[in-house]
């Protein structure tokens, strides 16, 4: 019994350390890129905080841009009365016909849930929002949220609970992206006109400045380096196959059964001429 529970606590050790040690450092990987000091770097590079004050809020980019991949972080969001602010973390190509895959945190008014909001932007094209509640306080601790993206799929991803794919349906003629390369953004700013219940509760900027903090990014991908040649990292086959087995998709259908708050493929009202085309495949799990 004592021998069985030092090994589980070696393991634990263990995986704990592997997490740290294989996190990318912020100053090696990314650049902040608004809101003048108020996103910062810190504790060595392992840290990264983003504030948002009645002037500005902040934001920062990854340095490299990839083409497919499995990106991961662990965020800590906008404690107390976060109302009206919106941190955003996603990926988005450059241009008139971008790609984007979105996860957006909407705050609320203490002890009220945050709605993550998710969307999947094709050749300039998105709505193909879903939203849901989280079944944890987002603000309390750090949660670990990923997108998956493969040349067969985009998963979003909660503490390794998927949440939402997206096929590669483009035998339909809808489109995927797989052509344009994505870099990872993250911003803290104000979005008190829409954000919270609609935009009726408006940011309360006595409470400001408001946090919200980075840790353990990881990005898996394909990325091209200077010279033109692309490097997948040594654990490509890990990600770029990734699909969800029978427990995955089982975790999928308890969090969309209980926890989505708008799904874009039920509105009826929205798509008169009829739903988008791919919502007729998005629940065939
Ligand atoms: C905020 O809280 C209200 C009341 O619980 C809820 O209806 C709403 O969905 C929550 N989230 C946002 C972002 O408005």
Redesign the pocket.
């Known amino acids: 019994m004592a021998a069985f529970s030092s090994s589980g606590l070696l393991l634990l050790l263990l995986v704990s350390f592997t997490v740290t040690a294989f996190a990318d450092n912020f100053y090696d990987k990314c650049d902040t890129i608004w809101g003048e000091g108020r996103a910062q770097i810190h504790d060595s590079g392992n840290m990264l905080t983003l504030y948002l004050d009645k002037t500005s809020g902040s934001g920062f980019q990854s340095k490299d841009e990839y083409l497919f991949g499995k990106i991961e972080m662990q965020l800590k969001l906008v404690p107390g009365n976060s ?1 009206g602010t919106v941190t955003a973390y996603y990926l988005s190509s450059k241009g008139e016909t971008w790609d984007e895959i979105d996860f957006e945190f ?4 203490s002890g ?4 993550l909001h998710t969307n999947v932007f094709c050749q300039g094209k998105g709505n193909r929002e879903q939203q849901f ?1 989280l079944w944890f306080d987002p603000t309390a601790d750090f949660h670990t949220y990923s997108i998956l993206w493969n040349p067969q799929r985009i998963i979003f991803y909660v503490d390794g609970i998927p949440i939402r794919e997206f096929k590669n349906l483009e035998y339909l003629g809808i489109p995927f992206p797989r052509n344009q390369k994505m870099r990872l953004y993250s911003t803290l700013w104000n979005a008190d006109d829409w ?4 935009g009726r ?1 408006k940011t309360d900027w006595s409470q400001a400045p408001f946090k919200a903090s980075y840790k353990n990014f990881k990005a898996r991908a394909c990325v091209s380096s200077s010279t033109g040649s692309t490097y997948c990292g040594p654990d490509k086959n890990a990600w770029f196959w990734e699909e969800l087995n029978f427990g995955k998709k089982g975790q999928m259908k308890w969090v969309r059964d209980n926890y989505m ?1 708008y799904d874009y493929c039920k509105d009826t009202n929205r798509f008169p001429q009829g739903l988008p085309t791919e919502c007729a495949f998005a629940n065939l799990l």
């Open positions: 109302a909407l705050g609320n008014v009220q849930p945050y709605i509640y954000a919270t219940m609609g509760v708050v």
